[in-house]
């Protein structure tokens, strides 16, 4: 394998050093707790605390912050904060409750999540979540979510994959609208009370930084296109994933890179960009019209079938192949779990399949799901009560009944586990800058289990940050941030909004952002390969290049502007992508959501390399030259490395 | 599919607005209604003018972002579905289109098909929640809550706040918005110490905040993509007029 | 609105039943007429009971009409833009009928008076003969009149047909268990009530009363 030092330089190794490592690790926390400086209730009020992101992450660390008595300023892009991207979670949300008594525990959901991330998480952190996983169960009931109840009253639990315990607390199949609207409820009684004050349709395009601190943000209000500023003693991040790098995703429209990534720029380094989930069942691409993939959900795997035709190119429609032309690969491949295997492991697959000429509808990129098996056994009612919402919203979405005709699904991205790299407390390498949910890179390691999503977010927001935060508090008072420092921020931000409107050239911001979604799935996606990941860097490349001299942004600075917005988290994208790619090209081995060809035994099965990647990669910007690379060892006290094997 | 698309355009909120007319080609019958604008905005886009702008985000029926009234109904034909989850194949080919935005006093437009839905959060601010504060919460099991009212809360708490109600209501009432919160949470036994106030306040706020007042016309249940039922309306009147007379 | 809305029923079932007794004569519906006019004696003076029902009456509808002013008044408040595309109607025809329907009821209550209390409006409008007015009044010669009536009552059967589902809504004791019976009840007592009404002037029209 070629070298792959000439897209990156390596720098110090980083360690955490705020998890009290010598204390065993259940009782890091309360240790940590306990460490930590705390800030009288006086002084609170004359902290004033950013916090950028709405979501379950920022809202929860919005409404407990301000409960607490801090002043905090709060912004999101959509019109309200109960849009952030967290309310499109369906399955649930794990907790170690063990209320079905089947030997669930705080020490097993650990074990879970570090083996689930195979083993590229830091075990302080991912232990520390598991603790706190009860606690959140306690808050939301508090608050109001209407979690799914069994008759006598009490709490219902599904199990979910990677688990063999059943701990998973949801709310039908929209858990992460109920637990958002609670942690919104409880932000708006903050903004209510004064302590909060929000800022929706706001983007924030720049961190202010002073004496090496962060202290402030220039944000774009996306109503009149004006630039302003704002300063505080801390700024949160906590802006979500960026899985829209691809164009098509499950993500919103909407969500960006674009917050972390310009933080980025300020110093924060991004960990383990190239660290992609890819969930196997979507709905498949239609046309070039296509905007976003949706899901659906990962339970349609327990009662459908996963095939495909045995012959390549077999264009009969799926009632006219006789069982025995059809191939059911996951069960051919994987007789012990059949189709219930992993999520990439599905995924990979079924790319597979199709890359073989064997994948149904529209430009063969599709397999089917097919529920007659299940209709026959368990009788169309019983499947109807299990899943009739999501065919319903299958057919919505493409026009077929599949009571009639297998539904057609294919992976898509929908989960970034790389993201800012943070300490123990949150706090990014910027000093004062801490990041939430899924915009940092914490818990999950090279693969995040289901449910787990949510469980880190309400984390972070409601039990974590509250507690870290004051220890930074405590330890830096502010000093004033000069007005030139803010005016420079928010020139520079003027800027780019001129630099992007005065190109006026042949292309539409969404035809590049089309095409480095095309680049990055072809070539980082669910496989990677070193001659692929080299050319898609070169491609990237040459599209930015394009970008800046060729794209078309209609309209004005100075009103509603959507192709504005739009133009300036591609151009963000466009360099994020080249990161990911060189992530994917230095990490050799195979490990969770990243899967090297290169890196694999005889079955196709992934192949990690503990030996030379037990370690998180945290990239440096330098202004466009080759980034540096601090690796994080990862160690394991207390999980031990092993494969994973689903045969 | 081909069509003649006719839509409001309004360049800011001070500007009076007009329909205006675009003919498309070429659109896919799989084309959701919203990549349709998607591809009607590229060409305008490349032609030079500026596209235009409608709210949307998760483009799955949940955040409720997406808005657009579609031939006089808000989210357009098709029941229980919003906006971005309605595909072109329920139109015909050749048909003519007509496309505003949300209109009431509440929710001002801000450009074109855009409208401003803060009044919703305030609405919220004023009570639509369960006072927590973090940590202090007793375990999740302390309070069975019986599976028909837990069921029941869920089906109120499914509102995605998306405002169509307001939208179909000839009184541009949010009463059904308002009611569902009020339902949710006075259901469950965590919501019972401040059910009167969260009643009596959101009421007065939902007033206060220009929108209209309901005569029972049930217009909002029909728009509604999530199928908020008009029974919360009459639950949050009782609440109310028992709140009232203490 | 509810309130005032289940007050002027009250009265309208009395005053159904009151007009149904024409069909039992001249000497029976003018007593009844008289009668009226003795309630509460000797308690009350003459006349005072049904002086303190027709200001009762007159308040009340005041009232609803106030508060159906106030709601129309913040309906236009709440949308000053209209559509460009007329709104479907999807919910009830009836509910959508309640305010122009409201305003000929009260048209229709103004020229009742005029015609059959006052008399101003009536060919025969003598005081104490209340069968002879109402005879002359819906002549068959005074078939428009006879229309008008007709008009009214059915928008009346509508108004009726959502106001008392819509009140027993806005009073919070609607119970979705019950829905359907309240619709049926809802539907069958406007359908009675209108036609209670009308089918005095149709009979006086068509002959069968004279
Ligand atoms: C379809 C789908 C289903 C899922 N299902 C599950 C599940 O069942 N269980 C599970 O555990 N996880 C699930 N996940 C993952 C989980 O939902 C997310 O990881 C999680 O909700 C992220 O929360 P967050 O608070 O970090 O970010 P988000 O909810 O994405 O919030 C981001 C916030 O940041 C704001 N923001 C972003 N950029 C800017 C900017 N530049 N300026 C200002 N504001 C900005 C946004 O406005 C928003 O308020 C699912 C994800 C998807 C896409
Ligand atoms: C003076 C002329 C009238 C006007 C302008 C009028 C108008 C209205 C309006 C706008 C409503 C609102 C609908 C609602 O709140 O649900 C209403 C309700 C109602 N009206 Fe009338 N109306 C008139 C006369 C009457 C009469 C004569 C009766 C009775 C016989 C009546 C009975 C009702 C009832 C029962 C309701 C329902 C009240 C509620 O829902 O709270 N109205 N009316
Ligand atoms: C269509 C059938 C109706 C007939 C034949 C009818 C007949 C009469 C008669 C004969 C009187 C005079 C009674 C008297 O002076 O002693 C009267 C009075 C009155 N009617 Fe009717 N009526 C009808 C419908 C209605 C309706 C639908 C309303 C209300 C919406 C109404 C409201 C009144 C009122 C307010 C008075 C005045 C009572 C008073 O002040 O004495 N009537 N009606
Ligand atoms: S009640 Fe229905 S229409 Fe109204 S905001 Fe909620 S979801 Fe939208
Ligand atoms: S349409 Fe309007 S009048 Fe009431 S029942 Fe719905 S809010
Ligand atoms: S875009 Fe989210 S509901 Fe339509």
């Known amino acids: 394998m070629s070298d792959a030092t000439e897209f990156y330089s390596s720098g110090e190794p980083i360690a955490d050093t705020k998890a009290p490592a010598a204390a065993p690790v259940e009782e890091r926390w309360t240790q940590r707790k306990f460490d930590v400086k705390l800030v009288n209730p006086a002084n609170k009020r004359k902290k004033t605390v950013i916090i950028v992101g709405t979501g379950l992450a920022g809202g929860s660390a919005g409404a407990t912050l301000g409960e607490l008595g801090y002043k905090v300023i709060q912004f999101c892009f959509q019109d309200s904060p109960r849009r952030a991207h967290s309310i499109a979670a369906q399955g649930g949300i794990n907790a170690a409750k063990n209320y079905r008594n089947d030997g669930d525990s705080v020490h097993r959901l650990f074990y879970d999540t570090v083996k689930g991330g195979d083993f590229r998480a830091r075990e302080s952190n991912v232990h520390r979540l598991a603790e706190i996983s009860t606690q959140i169960i306690d808050q939301c009931v508090a608050q109001g979510v209407p979690f799914a109840r069994e008759y006598g009253g009490l709490l219902d639990n599904r199990s979910f994959g990677g688990a063999q315990v059943s701990r998973t607390f949801y709310a039908r199949g929209q858990t992460g609208q109920q637990l958002l609207l609670g942690a919104y409820q409880a932000l708006m009684r903050q903004v209510d009370a004064g302590n909060v004050e929000l800022h929706a349709r706001h983007e924030m395009l720049d961190l202010i930084m002073h004496e090496g601190k962060a202290r402030g943000v220039v944000v774009r209000d996306l109503m009149n296109g004006e630039i302003k500023s704002y300063t505080a003693d801390v700024v949160i991040l906590a802006t979500g994933g960026y899985g829209n790098v691809y164009f098509l995703s499950t993500n919103a429209m909407g969500s960006n890179v674009t917050a972390a990534w310009r933080a980025h720029k300020h110093g924060a380094y991004f960990a383990n960009p190239c660290y992609t989930q890819i969930h196997p069942t979507c709905i498949p691409v239609s046309g070039d019209h296509q905007s976003k993939l949706t899901l659906m959900s990962e339970s349609l795997r327990n009662d459908g079938r996963v095939w495909v035709p045995k012959e390549a190119g077999d264009s009969r429609r799926p009632s006219d192949i006789p069982e025995d032309e059809r191939d059911y690969y996951l069960e051919r491949i994987y007789p012990a779990f059949g189709n219930l295997v992993p999520r990439d492991i599905a995924s990979r697959a079924a790319k597979n399949v199709c890359d073989e000429g064997r994948g149904v509808g529209p430009g063969g990129l599709g397999v089917y799901l097919d529920f007659s098996d299940a209709i026959e056994r368990l009788g169309r009612k019983a499947v109807e009560a299990k899943y009739d919402n999501l065919f319903q919203m299958y057919e919505r979405i493409t026009g077929e009944n599949p009571y009639e005709q297998p539904m057609r699904i294919y992976p898509a991205v929908h989960y970034t586990m790389g993201g800012l790299w943070v300490d123990y407390d949150l706090e990014s390498t910027v000093p004062g800058l801490f990041v939430l949910g899924e915009a940092n890179f914490s818990d999950h390691g090279a693969n995040r289990l289901g449910a787990s999503a949510l469980m880190q977010g309400l984390a972070d927001g409601y039990f974590v940050i509250p507690q870290t935060v004051g220890e930074y508090l405590a330890k830096n008072p502010a000093t004033a941030v000069p007005d030139a420092t803010v005016q420079a921020a928010v020139d520079g931000v003027n800027a780019q909004v001129e630099k992007l409107l005065s190109i006026k050239g042949e292309r539409t911001v969404d035809s590049y952002h089309r095409e480095l979604g095309h680049i990055m799935w072809e070539y980082c996606g669910m496989e990677r390969t070193d001659e692929g990941l080299r050319k898609a860097i070169g491609m990237i490349r040459a599209l930015r290049e394009d970008f800046w001299q060729n794209v078309t942004v209609p309209g004005s600075g100075d009103d509603l502007n959507q192709s504005l917005e739009k133009a300036g988290r591609v151009a963000d994208f466009l360099e994020l992508g080249e990161l990911m790619c060189i992530d994917a090209l230095h990490r050799t081995e195979s490990c969770g959501g990243h899967f090297r060809a290169e890196s694999q035994d005889e079955d196709g099965e992934a192949k990690r390399d503990d030996e030379n990647f037990s370690y998180a990669a945290a990239w440096e910007w330098t202004g466009g030259d080759k980034p540096v690379l601090h690796k994080e060892d990862l160690v394991f006290e207390y999980v031990k490395p092993s494969t994973r094997s689903y045969k | 599919m081909k069509l003649k698309l006719r839509i409001w355009r309004q360049k800011n909120a001070a500007d009076k607005g007009q329909m205006v007319t675009y003919d498309i080609d070429d659109i896919s019958e799989d084309a959701s209604f919203l990549e349709m604008l998607d591809v009607l905005n590229e060409r305008l886009a490349l032609e030079g003018e500026e596209p235009i702008a409608f709210d949307h985000d998760c483009r799955e029926g949940i955040c409720g972002m997406c808005s657009l009234v579609i031939n006089g109904q808000p989210h357009g034909p098709e029941r229980n579905t919003t906006t971005c989850q309605l595909h072109m194949r329920k139109f015909k080919d050749g048909e003519t289109i007509d496309v505003e935005p949300w209109r009431a006093k509440a929710f001002p437009v801000v450009k074109d098909l855009v409208v401003d839905r803060s009044a919703f959060d305030k609405v919220i601010a004023a009570g639509g929640y369960i006072s927590a504060p973090t940590g202090t919460a007793p375990d999740a099991h302390a309070t069975p809550v019986p599976k028909v009212d837990a069921d029941k809360a869920f089906v109120a708490a499914e509102c995605i706040g998306c405002g169509a109600c307001v939208a179909a209501c000839p009184n541009g009432s949010g009463t059904l918005f308002l009611s569902a919160k009020v339902a949710h949470l006075g259901l469950l036994p965590q919501g019972q110490p401040e059910r009167d106030s969260r009643v009596l306040n959101m009421v007065q706020a939902h007033e206060d905040l220009d929108f209209g007042g309901c005569t029972n016309t049930g217009e909002c249940t029909i728009a509604c993509p999530k199928g908020i039922p008009q029974e919360f309306i009459g639950r949050m009147n009782r609440d109310w007029l028992s709140a009232s007379g203490k | ?210």
């Open chain 3, 1 to 210: 609105m509810a309130v005032t809305g289940a007050l002027m029923v009250l009265f309208l079932i009395g005053h159904m039943v009151g007009n149904l007794k024409i069909f039992f004569g001249l000497e029976e519906f003018n007593g009844y007429a008289a009668w009226l006019r003795t309630i509460g004696e000797p308690a009350l003076h003459h006349e005072w009971f049904l002086w303190i029902m027709r200001v009762g009456l007159v308040v009340v509808v005041v009232m609803h009409f106030g508060a159906a002013a106030e709601l129309t008044a913040r309906a236009k408040r709440a949308r000053p833009v209209k559509y460009q595309h007329r709104p479907k109607v999807n919910g009830s025809y009836a509910a959508r009928t309640m305010r122009w329907g409201g305003v000929i009821i009260l048209l229709f209550i103004i020229w009742h008076i005029l015609d059959l209390t006052v008399g101003v409006a009536n060919p025969h409008g003598v005081h104490g003969e209340a069968y002879q007015n109402v005879v002359a009044g819906f002549a068959p010669d005074r078939w428009w009149v006879t229309i008008f009536y007709v008009v009214s009552m059915i928008m009346l059967g509508f108004h009726l047909r959502h106001g008392l589902v819509s009140a027993v809504q806005t009073l919070g004791a609607k119970n979705p268990k019950h829905d359907r019976t309240l619709n049926v009840v809802a539907t069958g007592f406007a359908v009675l009530l209108s036609i209670g009404f009308l089918i005095v002037p149709i009979s006086v029209t068509l002959g069968v009363v004279d």
